[in-house]
């Protein structure tokens, strides 16, 4: 298939053009270099995605999808049998700074990018959302069939809104859109933001890990491996509309992660304790039925190992 991949210089979206690569697809990727973290870092990225068997594939284009002129661009390089639409402004707590800026970049362009595949008869989108819909009062494990309408973040709010403009265009236009909502992933090139990756710097040079709260909070981590298993059974398996959980079914106590990576890394944590942090929850859980029903997705990467990988990709190329 010929695919289009937005996001493609970040975490995910870089994994995922690899995979598609690897597999024989495709991929025009596109990326705006948002300056939430260093270009340098998706530039290295695209470097493992250009060193990918099948690269010869792959094109990139640097383009900003709030900008029609720019939409334009990236889809006349097709037509695309699918659009994997994995750009978005990250992150729970700068959201809450900048919730003008996270609608333009999560809700409005999600609106440009569905109505450029209506307007060039793209028929299947896989859209990347997010645990944080569920909000802090979903009953665990959480369930795709639940309300999902008291997000307690911006982020969450701009996640979940761009979740109804795809069923808006899949019931009015008869598109297959699928939205992924991914639990926590994590793994080689994680976002140097995400607790993982911040922890391993703060551990490698002995200053004090922030833990907001009692450190009881769980999450339910998902390593990268894992999830590009569903992204790809989702580009494979159109079902109309439909939303799945993506998650690594079990949870992990923020206390026992830090156990688990200062052991990786061969460190001692030391910990700062701090208040709760406003647009946290206090735990996320997948429920899996329907992504195992109708994917086939079955997590296979347990924690420690996912850590240990981690761990091994951070000492050769972690920022230090």
Same mark, same amino acid.
């Given at each position: 298939?010929?695919?289009?991949?937005?996001?493609?210089?970040?975490?995910?979206?870089?994994?995922?053009?690899?995979?598609?690569?690897?597999?024989?697809?495709?991929?025009?990727?596109?990326?705006?270099?948002?300056?939430?973290?260093?270009?340098?870092?998706?530039?290295?990225?695209?470097?493992?995605?250009?060193?990918?068997?099948?690269?010869?594939?792959?094109? =990139?284009?640097?383009?900003?999808?709030?900008?029609?002129?720019?939409?334009?661009?990236?889809?006349?390089?097709? &037509? =695309?049998?699918?659009?994997?639409?994995?750009?978005?402004?990250?992150? !729970?707590?700068?959201?809450?700074?900048?919730?003008?800026?996270?609608?333009?970049?999560?809700?409005?362009?999600?609106?440009?990018?569905?109505?450029?595949?209506?307007?060039?008869?793209?028929?299947?989108?896989? =859209?990347?959302?997010?645990?944080?819909?569920?909000?802090?009062?979903?009953?665990?494990?959480?369930?795709? !069939?639940?309300?999902?309408?008291?997000?307690?973040?911006?982020?969450?709010?701009?996640?979940?809104?761009?979740?109804?403009?795809?069923?808006?265009?899949?019931?009015?236009?008869?598109?297959?859109?699928?939205?992924?909502?991914?639990?926590?992933?994590?793994?080689?090139?994680?976002?140097?933001?995400?607790?993982?990756?911040?922890?391993?710097?703060?551990?490698?040079?002995?200053?004090?890990?922030?833990?907001?709260?009692?450190?009881?909070?769980?999450?339910?981590?998902?390593?990268?491996?894992?999830?590009?298993?569903?992204?790809?059974?989702?580009?494979?398996? &159109?079902?109309?509309?439909?939303?799945?959980?993506?998650?690594?079914?079990?949870?992990?106590?923020?206390?026992?992660?830090?156990?688990?990576?200062?052991?990786?890394?061969?460190?001692?944590?030391?910990?700062?304790?701090?208040?709760?942090?406003?647009?946290?929850?206090?735990?996320?859980?997948?429920?899996?039925?329907?992504?195992?029903?109708?994917?086939?997705?079955?997590?296979?990467?347990?924690?420690?190992?996912?850590?240990?990988?981690?761990?091994?990709? =951070?000492?050769?190329?972690?920022?230090?």
């Amino acid at each position: 298939m010929h695919i289009l991949v937005t996001g493609a210089a970040g975490f995910i979206g870089s994994h995922t053009c690899q995979a598609l690569l690897r597999r024989g697809d495709s991929v025009v990727g596109l990326d705006n270099f948002e300056a939430f973290y260093a270009r340098s870092i998706k530039e290295r990225n695209l470097a493992h995605v250009r060193a990918t068997p099948g690269s010869e594939r792959f094109s =990139f284009l640097e383009a900003d999808l709030c900008q029609q002129a720019d939409i334009e661009r990236a889809f006349d390089l097709g &037509p =695309f049998d699918v659009v994997v639409h994995l750009a978005a402004r990250a992150g !729970v707590r700068p959201s809450i700074d900048d919730p003008a800026g996270y609608v333009r970049s999560n809700v409005e362009a999600t609106a440009l990018v569905l109505q450029a595949c209506r307007a060039r008869a793209i028929g299947r989108v896989v =859209f990347a959302s997010s645990s944080s819909v569920y909000g802090a009062d979903s009953t665990p494990p959480f369930a795709e !069939v639940a309300r999902a309408d008291r997000p307690v973040s911006p982020y969450a709010a701009t996640k979940r809104a761009a979740e109804l403009l795809c069923h808006t265009y899949s019931h009015l236009y008869c598109m297959d859109i699928t939205c992924l909502r991914f639990f926590t992933v994590y793994g080689p090139r994680q976002r140097p933001e995400m607790a993982i990756h911040k922890f391993a710097t703060l551990l490698v040079r002995g200053q004090r890990i922030p833990i907001f709260g009692d450190g009881g909070s769980s999450r339910d981590y998902t390593f990268i491996d894992d999830i590009l298993q569903g992204v790809l059974a989702a580009i494979d398996r &159109p079902k109309g509309f439909a939303v799945y959980n993506l998650g690594g079914d079990h949870e992990t106590r923020l206390c026992d992660l830090i156990d688990l990576l200062g052991q990786a890394l061969g460190q001692t944590p030391r910990l700062e304790w701090l208040p709760v942090a406003p647009g946290d929850v206090p735990m996320t859980s997948a429920d899996l039925t329907l992504a195992q029903r109708d994917l086939g997705y079955a997590p296979r990467v347990p924690m420690a190992e996912g850590v240990r990988r981690f761990a091994e990709w =951070f000492q050769e190329f972690g920022v230090k």
